[in-house]
């Protein structure tokens, strides 16, 4: 039973839609990039050694927790950091995206979390709600190189909970469109239209154009985010009363969510789940379907595995909006640095995270893997200014939206892409699958309710932070 | 005297059965009691941070099982599995076995090594190879289907093919295990009965209907409870062939157990679910049990 568990979980993705495109993107260069890094690494220590002036300065040990690829490519930012504090010395342990949670729990519960680590921030509110989180507030505040000003605000929200930061943002992740130049083109369309009914009006050119066996764009049914993106870009809150209900059955939440069932109905996009997809590259090379909503780490992936001859013919798009580009949001994904409040070593891990959080060391970070700098100055350099499909993602990363920071998010998000899928397939009516989407949360965050209403009784004045 | 050594004796006993004894109350009893006293409070995400907001809740847990739509989709998703793929599966096991057995096959050894196959080949492994059989555009079983006239359809991502698929998957995987217990069971029957019937001048079909399902009545009763409680835990097929989907259609009592349990961290509520399909399989193997019993007499 284990071993199927984690096999599952490596290959198929049960812990989200995000985890098995990326843990796929990682595997490539695992092999060149395992053995230089630990030569220099040794010869780094070696130096720091030996630069070290006194043998009586005591070394603190900090340990760091990174996820897959990140968890690679750091230990290069790492010797860096080492060389400028030779008193701290870094421990990094690279974890699997596949088991990064549970063992992230298991940590927890057993008392053995690291210093500092990496966190997807859709776990940030589950992280903050079992207590495991240092809030930082305080950090913050005294620090010249961690100012909130300086990310992208969309991502620094979602490292808030009730009021208090748990979370640097460390890298950006987002959704917008990748589309077929070519195919756009042929259909009169020169790029991706910017509002909702023009952007339906070019999916149906399209589908006109390339007929039944193709489609306009590909919306993967095993995906909660373009539903929910569609919610937010509408204007739904997606939950109400302080997290504390579904707001599903809203009418901004209706809108948008009959504009994406129309989409299957009208036969623009495929009713498949992205297990369906055999090849994902060749379908989009085929022109299978003409748009796909993605992520950051598609980009090097459709450089590296579409045919050269059609280098030419993608692009990246911001998504287009109900009411025009500034409605064209998107969700406000990525992993940040949290410190643990049972470590010993605070100080010292939370000069790596600003160490981290240095524009330079962004960028850097960009150039050794590819993910997206949560700081905005960092994307003045020039690399990343000069790319062109870059720049859609820069666009978009200034209209992005957090989903509610609420511990139950992934449960409920499961629920919508249930529901969704339900409506897709003709099985409930659109607006009955909302009402029941509405009911099953409510249910889903009874404990929630309960927790806050008894929460000012059992800890007197703890507005925001819960320290 | 004699008193004293029977005491001696039953004492030396005990002391034998004792390491087995406490292994099973830490490992086994032991588990069990904690995971029933679970299922009476609401043991969450949030108790694992701070215990002191676990509610015990009595039955709530299980009267919000019996009334989530969930739970009923599974359920029946379930019993689709153990009703049509249970006796499916021993079938088809028989079958096996019988052809298997046949005086005049030849390379028995070839034939029961390439049918016992699956049953030691990874799960994992090959849910993706029969994913890729099942695909409705490149799969090898919709090309054939193609060839053949009929319409291709599309196995893992159809509501209503969903189940179908992953029986049809699961058979292949498990009938050789059954496959060997009834080679065996055949290999017991003395060969003197078929060749007296055969005198009486029974044909070959009412030699198999009276000689040999008789005969193999034991093995039946084994094959069954075994097979039947195995079914019931469908669980690895629709992880990873389908995730439950499409729209829950392939979603089993284990995996929304562990959907419960080990991804949103509602423990109390899965360990219930843990305890009522306990109380579905006892039914079941006493049912069973009973029906054997009446033939038999």
């Known amino acids: ?377 960092a994307w003045r350099d020039t690399a990343l200014a000069a790319d062109e499909e870059m720049r859609a993602f820069q666009i978009q990363l200034g209209r992005v939206a957090p989903w509610p920071m609420v511990p139950e998010w992934e449960e409920i998000a499961i629920r919508l892409q249930d529901e969704t899928e339900r409506a897709v397939r003709g099985r409930t009516p659109p607006d009955s699958a909302l009402g029941e989407l509405d009911r099953s949360v409510d249910r889903m965050l009874e404990k929630r309710r309960w927790l806050l209403s008894r929460r000012p009784r059992v800890r007197p004045g703890a507005v925001g932070g819960r320290g | 005297m004699i008193l004293k050594n029977q005491l001696t004796q039953t004492r030396a006993g005990w002391l034998f059965v004792a390491p087995a004894l406490a292994l099973i109350g830490v490992f086994f009893v032991g588990p069990v009691v904690a995971s029933l006293l679970l299922s009476f409070t609401d043991f969450d995400i949030y108790a694992i941070g701070d215990l002191g907001t676990a509610r015990a809740v009595g039955l709530q847990n299980y009267s919000r099982i019996l009334s989530d739509r969930e739970f009923w989709t599974a359920l029946r998703n379930t019993f689709t599995f153990v009703v049509v793929g249970g006796p499916l599966s021993v079938m088809v096991s028989l079958g096996a076995a019988l052809l298997v057995n046949v005086r005049l096959a030849r390379f028995k050894g070839a034939f029961r090594v390439i049918f016992f196959t699956p049953v030691v080949t990874t799960l994992v492994a090959v849910a993706i190879v029969w994913r890729y059989l099942y695909h409705p555009r490149y799969g090898l079983i919709d090309q054939g289907l193609a060839r053949l006239g009929l319409a291709p359809v599309d196995w893992l991502g159809d509501p209503h093919w969903a189940m179908p698929a992953i029986i049809l998957f699961s058979v292949w995987k498990n009938f050789g295990y059954n496959m060997l217990i009834f080679v065996a069971g055949l290999q017991n029957i003395p060969e003197e009965l078929y060749e007296a019937s055969k005198i009486d001048g029974a044909g070959a079909w009412a030699r198999f209907r009276h000689v040999t399902v008789p005969a193999l009545g034991p093995t039946f009763l084994f094959v069954g409870i075994i097979t039947m409680i195995g079914q019931f835990q469908l669980f690895a097929e629709p992880y990873v062939m389908t995730q439950g989907g499409p729209v829950r259609s392939t979603v089993s009592i284990i995996l929304l157990m562990y959907e419960q349990g080990f991804r949103w961290w509602r423990m109390g509520y899965a360990a219930a679910v843990a305890f009522i399909l306990l109380l579905i399989v006892l039914a079941g193997t006493m049912l069973q049990l009973r029906l054997q019993r009446g033939e038999q007499r």
């Open chain 1, 1 to 377: 039973m284990k071993s199927v568990t984690e096999g599952g979980a490596a290959g198929f993705g049960f812990t989200g839609p995000r985890v098995p495109d990326r843990a796929r993107a990682q595997v490539h260069g695992r092999f060149q990039r395992r053995l230089a890094p630990r030569g220099c690494f040794v010869l780094a220590s070696l130096l720091a050694v030996v630069s070290c002036e006194p043998a009586d300065r005591e070394i603190t040990t900090v340990r760091f927790w990174a996820m897959g690829r990140e968890g690679e490519v750091v230990q290069e930012l790492v010797r860096d950091f080492e060389r400028e504090n030779p008193e701290i010395k870094v421990e990094v342990q690279q974890i699997p995206w596949s088991a990064a949670h549970e063992k992230l729990l298991t940590a927890h519960v057993g008392h053995a979390t690291p210093d500092v680590a990496q966190l997807g921030n859709t776990w940030i509110a589950e992280f903050e709600a079992l207590r495991a989180l240092e809030p930082l507030g305080p950090w913050v505040a005294r620090s010249s190189t961690v100012t909130p000003e300086g990310f992208f605000p969309g991502i620094w929200a979602t490292n808030v909970v009730d009021g208090e930061p748990y979370g640097v943002p460390w890298y950006v992740d987002t959704r917008l469109i990748f589309y077929r130049k070519d195919i756009l083109a042929s259909a009169g369309y020169q790029t991706v239209p910017d509002s909702w009914d023009e952007w339906l009006a070019a999916m149906r050119a399209i589908k006109r154009r390339v007929g039944p066996d193709r489609f306009a764009i590909l919306l993967p049914l095993n995906e909660w985010t373009q539903p929910m993106i569609l919610g937010l870009q509408a204007g739904s809150p997606l939950l109400r009363n302080g997290g504390t209900r579904g707001a599903f059955g809203g009418p901004e939440f209706r809108r948008a969510f009959a504009f994406y069932v129309d989409l299957y109905r009208e036969g623009l996009a495929p009713p498949l789940s992205n297990t369906e997809v055999a090849n994902l590259y060749q379908e989009f090379e085929r022109g299978y379907f003409a748009m796909y909503i993605t992520g950051p780490w598609n980009l090097g992936e459709f450089r590296r595995r579409l045919r050269p001859e059609l280098q030419d013919a993608w692009g990246t798009a911001p998504l287009p909006g109900p009411t025009g580009a500034a409605s064209g949001l998107s969700m406000a994904g990525g992993s940040s640095l949290v410190l643990f409040r049972d470590s010993k070593r605070k100080p010292a891990a939370w000069r790596l995270v600003e160490f981290l959080s240095r524009p330079d060391q962004q960028a850097r970070f960009y150039h050794l893997c590819g993910d997206l700098p949560a700081r905005q100055e």
